[in-house]
Nanobody
Framework: QVLLVESGGGLVQPGGSLKLSCECS????????MRWYRQAPGKERDFVAS???????DYADPVKGRFTISRDGAKKTVYLQMTSLKPEDTGIYYC?????????WGQGTQVTVSS
C-alpha cells in the first residue's frame, strides 16, 4: 500500500510563505507524476501543480509565479513552496501520486491565509 503524508500547513498572513512536504512510502520515481491539489471549503478539489517522472512541471494559472514544486528522490518527498500567499489560497492541500490507472492520495494538510 502506497502511503503519502503531507505536512507543513498552517496559518499564515497574506503575503507570507509556506513550504509543504509530501513524503511517500515508495520511490517517487516509480510514479508517472506527483501532483498537488487543493480544496477550499464548499468547493471542488482543484489541481495546483505537478511534476512528472521526467521532470516536466506544470502549474495551475492562479499559482503561476508564486508556487514552486520540487522533489528529493533520496527523501522520497515532493515539496510545494508557496509564496505571496493570498486568502484565496486557503484550503486543504493534498498530494497525489499516479502510476498507469492507479492513483494514491494523502490525507491533506490545512493551509489558512488570513490576517
Amino acid at each position: 500500500q502506497v502511503l503519502l503524508v503531507e505536512s507543513g500547513g498552517g496559518l499564515v498572513q497574506p503575503g507570507g510563505s509556506l513550504k509543504l512536504s509530501c513524503e511517500c512510502s515508495e520511490n517517487i520515481f516509480n510514479f508517472n507524476s506527483m501532483r498537488w491539489y487543493r480544496q477550499a471549503p464548499g468547493k471542488e478539489r482543484d489541481f495546483v501543480a505537478s511534476i512528472n517522472v521526467g521532470g516536466k512541471i506544470d502549474y495551475a494559472d492562479p499559482v503561476k509565479g508564486r508556487f514552486t514544486i520540487s522533489r528529493d528522490g533520496a527523501k522520497k518527498t515532493v515539496y510545494l513552496q508557496m509564496t505571496s500567499l493570498k486568502p484565496e489560497d486557503t484550503g486543504i492541500y493534498y498530494c497525489r501520486a499516479n502510476i498507469l490507472s492507479k492513483e494514491y492520495w494523502g490525507q491533506g494538510t490545512q493551509v489558512t491565509v488570513s490576517s
